[in-house]
């Protein structure tokens, strides 16, 4: 399957069974939610991202714990849905969007959900990474995989393979989907080369073609300069 047909596929999926969405999977969600949301300590100043948010159900979690929380998805009908969380929230904004393309720029939020969104996305690790790249250094990343589509070694692979740090692996077994608390490590910084520091004094006065004497082929200074004395005057 390609990638774009398979996010066709969950557009429609999602589109379909967005006004009965919360009826069918509403318990099943806040259950999740609730189980990463033990783990976190979430700070008011943060902006946060809910990459795949649904019908907006960690809108009102989360309300009084973040500054901004930005809402992505990909299916217009179940963003209809969020809308009217939305609204009842005052820091809390929606997007239609591809989160594997997100419009956002490098290092923008402080927290990142992906709750039941990778078994959705064609390459899970570039979700993630692409995830990692809108995200702060040291920025908390919490996300869930389906049970039936992730092993918990597959999914805690998966997650090394993205370079995240996994800091809480929730096994319940209550849940269909592991539950996983990660940070985004810091990049690490390239050592520069020692350099050997002069004074300006000797750097004004260091002859920069000495590295080339040895290409001379007259013999050495002293023969050069003898060489030099036999020669006649014009």
Known sequence: MTEWKKKHQTIQHY??????????YQEEQETKLKAALTELTLRKQNIT??????TGLLFPHIADKAKLTVGIDISKGILKQAQKRMKLQT?????????????FQNNTFDTA??????????????TLNELKRVTKQNATITATGLKKAFSQKKFSQLLKKAKLEIKVLKLDKNLKEHV????????????EPKRFSSSPEEQSNANPWKPFKSWKSQGSDSQNRAHRKKRPNP
């Not at 589109?15 to 069918?24: E, G, I, L, M």
């Not at 991202?49 to 649904?54: E, K, P, S």
């Not at 820091?91 to 419009?103: L, M, S």
């Not at 996983?180 to 050592?191: E, S, W």
């Open 15 to 24: 589109n379909h069974a967005a006004t009965v969405y919360d009826t069918q």
């Open 49 to 54: 991202l809910d990459a795949g948010c649904g």
């Open 91 to 103: 820091n809390t904004a929606i997007i239609r969007a591809d989160i594997d393309h997100a419009p």
């Open 113 to 126: 959900f992906a709750i039941t969104l990778l078994q959705n996305t064609p390459k899970p690790h570039e």
């Open 180 to 191: 996983a608390i990660c940070t985004k490590p810091p990049k690490k910084t390239l050592k």
